[in-house]
Nanobody, 129 residues
Framework: RIQLVESGGGSVQPGGSLRLSCRVS????????MAWFRQAPGKAREGVAA????????RYSDAVKDRFSISHSIPENELYLEMTNLKPEDTAVYYC??????????????????????WGQGTQVTVSA
């Protein structure tokens, strides 16, 4: 079974930056959706950013648009999330997720957690002064 392993979390001050990585244990020959989600204590899991590997399209939540950037490296077989201008409300456990079932109608991936059935274990991001 394919496994996802996140890394790169940590503690930063407001305005700081972090880069999260998600390594995929096996190589997907076909395009697939990948996404980052986050869950803060007492809150529901929310979609942050998504993409379709090998394609140009990306999708972001309004909360992180213009501050976060999602990307994927085919040679490294890794998903990344570049986070800049971090705010205390970005504090959460961040998860990467994968969905190998690509539909022609979606060129960027969904921010709906129910669409993904492969998940990593999560990495903690804490933003505080």
């Amino acid at each position: 079974r394919i496994q996802l392993v996140e890394s790169g979390g940590g503690s930063v001050q407001p305005g700081g930056s972090l880069r999260l990585s998600c390594r995929v244990s096996e190589y997907y020959r076909r395009r697939h959706y990948m996404a980052w989600f986050r869950q803060a204590p007492g809150k529901a899991r929310e979609g942050v950013a998504a993409l379709l590997t090998g394609a140009a399209g990306t999708r972001y939540s309004d909360a992180v648009k213009d501050r976060f950037s999602i990307s994927h490296s085919i040679p490294e077989n890794e998903l990344y999330l570049e986070m800049t201008n971090l705010k205390p409300e970005d504090t959460a456990v961040y998860y990467c997720a994968a969905n190998p079932y690509v539909t022609g109608s979606d060129s960027a991936g969904s921010l709906n957690a129910a669409r993904y059935d492969i998940w990593g274990q999560g990495t903690q991001v804490t933003v505080s002064a």
